[in-house]
Each structure stands twice: as C-alpha cells, then as structure tokens.
C-alpha cells in the first residue's frame, strides 16, 4: 500500500526542545525516517552520558564508600 510508505517526522527532535504540533511534523519515507530516528538516538544517548557526567552520575562508582559508623554520644552510656 502507498499509505504505508510514510511517516511524520519531527522537524525539530522533541528532545531537543520541539514541540508536538502539525507545525514540527512533515512526511519523509519510512526506511530514510527509522534509519535517520536511530542515528538522533545513539546521538542523544552520548548526550545524555555527556550530561551526566559532567553532573558526576556518570559512572557510577563500583567502590562502596565505607563509613567508621556513627559517633557513640554522652547518652549512650548513661543508661
């Protein structure tokens, strides 16, 4: 069927702040579409790990942070 030819894509990725609106959507065939959707994914997975990186979430640490505990205080011992 010719219909099942096309997609919509966003013009501006919502991702990177566009909006869901006719005015964003135009048609482009589907196989150019996914192959161009998968490129903008691994794009927009390094900028996230970019991201989180630089905020220090990524990676994450395999080392457990040891901690001597928690102080005995004056009232522990009054009892």
Known sequence: MAGDAW?????????RGGEHRESNLHPVLKQPHREKSAEEQSVQAKCDRI??????LWP???AKIKSRG?????????E
Not at 7 to 15: Q, R, V
Not at 51 to 56: A, F, P, V, Y
């Open 51 to 56: 991201r989180k990186k630089h905020l220090g």
């Open 7 to 15: 997609d919509l894509d966003h013009i501006k990725a919502l991702w």
């Open 60 to 62: 994450q640490s395999k």
């Open 70 to 78: 928690f102080a005995s205080t004056r009232n522990d011992h009054a």
